[in-house]
């Protein structure tokens, strides 16, 4: 089996590629990955990778990628949510130009293979309903979700015509993600984990009570294997499925980094809104997925998961 990733030297991307080594696909085992990423470090050292580093919007680059047949491919390249906003035109470049010029590129291979597309919860935009179901109609306020709305669309399209049998998974706040998180308004929800952890103070730029949805990069990457071996003709037209997630406060996850890290202690976590922030990432209502669980699809199931599993990585 040959599978591409995009962004795969991404948080959820790493993860995804060492488990495909690890593990294989739908009981088969993986002869060979072509991974695409500007940076492709971290990514685990085998023989059965290729690495190919470079934007998916730079020209030749997922020609290059698509040399060969494959029959997976998972789609997680993207300029994300901040970043896209300051730079739309880059935003739209990578996250819908390139999308549609991978579709035209699977469509000319002719082989029809699984494709896994990671879409986002930025499609609903705000302000928000009371709850969001997954008929939920989007109406994205940043261009980041604009753009994955439309590629989602393309998708389907794409799915409808027999190009690629495909799937898009909204994600919500991935965690816990390394570093900074440079472009990424949410990176506060990763900075947590790995502040706490170190015993290392931490100003969060939403209130304690705040609500988020949260998922590990374990759970996630779950979601997307079985995204990649999932029966499709259960979903429905737009092929899109809306990925669980847990309903948090900020306040119950520094409660549970505290039972679980010995260097960890409320004193240290300080709360400063930042309005924007807050109606974006500490706003946002129960969220009920029932069709994507009948299908398969699972968060983390408590908190205290939630924690493990995120710092597993």
Request: hydrophobic share 45%; aromatic share 4%.
């Amino acid at each position: 089996m040959r599978v591409l990733v995009t962004g795969a030297g991404g948080f959820i991307g790493r993860v995804l590629v060492q488990r495909l080594l690890a593990q294989g696909l739908a009981g088969r085992r993986v002869e060979r990955i072509v991974a695409v990423d500007l940076s492709l470090q971290g990514v685990p050292d085998d023989a059965r990778l290729r690495c190919l580093s470079g934007s998916i919007a730079e020209a030749g680059v997922l020609e290059r990628a698509l040399a060969e047949p494959v029959d997976a491919v998972f789609h997680l390249a993207s300029v994300p949510g901040g970043a896209a906003e300051q730079a739309p035109d880059l935003g739209r470049r990578v996250n819908l130009d390139a999308t549609a010029h991978l579709l035209t590129l699977l469509r000319e291979q002719g082989t029809r293979p699984r494709l896994v597309f990671s879409s986002t919860v930025a499609v609903y935009g705000h302000p928000w309903p009371a709850v969001v179901t997954e008929q939920t109609p989007p109406r994205p306020a940043m261009s980041y979700g604009a753009h994955k709305l439309a590629a989602e669309v393309l998708i389907a399209d794409a799915a409808r015509r027999g190009s690629a049998d495909a799937c898009s998974l909204r994600l919500p706040g991935v965690v816990a993600r390394p570093g900074d998180g440079a472009g990424l308004v949410s990176a506060f929800m990763s900075q947590l984990f790995w502040k706490l952890a170190a015993g290392e103070p931490i100003v969060l730029p939403v209130s304690a009570h705040g609500t988020a949805w949260w998922i590990s990069v374990g759970a996630c990457v779950d979601n997307l294997l079985h995204a990649a071996t999932l029966d499709t003709s259960r979903l429905d037209a737009t092929r899109v499925v809306q990925m669980p997630a847990l309903h948090l406060t900020l306040q119950s996850v520094v409660d549970a980094l505290v039972r679980t890290c010995p260097q960890a202690h409320h004193r240290l976590v300080r709360h400063e809104p930042q309005d924007a922030v807050q109606r974006l990432f500490a706003s946002q209502p129960p969220l009920r997925t029932p069709k994507a669980e009948a299908l398969g699809f699972r968060h983390d199931g408590t908190v205290e998961g939630l924690v493990r599993r995120a710092m597993e990585h």
